[in-house]
Nanobody, 114 residues
């Protein structure tokens, strides 16, 4: 089983990034997927989630209206489109698969700074 995040990097405040999480080794289409993040010195926090069929999503209040989670079950990939980024969005972003088992990716760093 693998969850591999990509797309992180350094971006200026107000900018955008699109994170991807490629899944393998399990039946992706039957799992709900979510994104979490962990800032330096803080605990891991929920960011966004999407159910297996993709038509229902949920967001943390801190990102609502700025971030969009989506998935492509044909590509076994979940995405996080992040717009209007703020310095407080700086964190390591992790994807998580929730189903018969729980799986985590290794994370990708997002840094929002001028």
């Amino acid at each position: 089983v693998q969850l591999v995040e990509s797309g992180g990097g350094l971006v200026q405040p107000g900018g955008s990034l699109r994170l991807s999480c490629a899944a393998s080794g399990f039946t992706f289409s039957t799992y709900a997927m979510s994104w979490y993040r962990q800032a330096p010195g803080k605990g891991r926090e929920f960011v966004a989630a999407i159910i297996s069929a993709g038509f229902s999503t949920n967001y943390a209040d801190s990102v609502k209206g700025r971030f969009t989670i989506s998935r492509d079950n044909a590509k076994n990939t979940v995405y996080l489109q992040m717009n209007s980024l703020k310095p407080e969005d700086t964190a390591v972003y992790y994807c998580k698969a929730n189903g018969a088992y729980t799986y985590w990716g290794q994370g990708t760093q997002v840094t929002v700074s001028s």
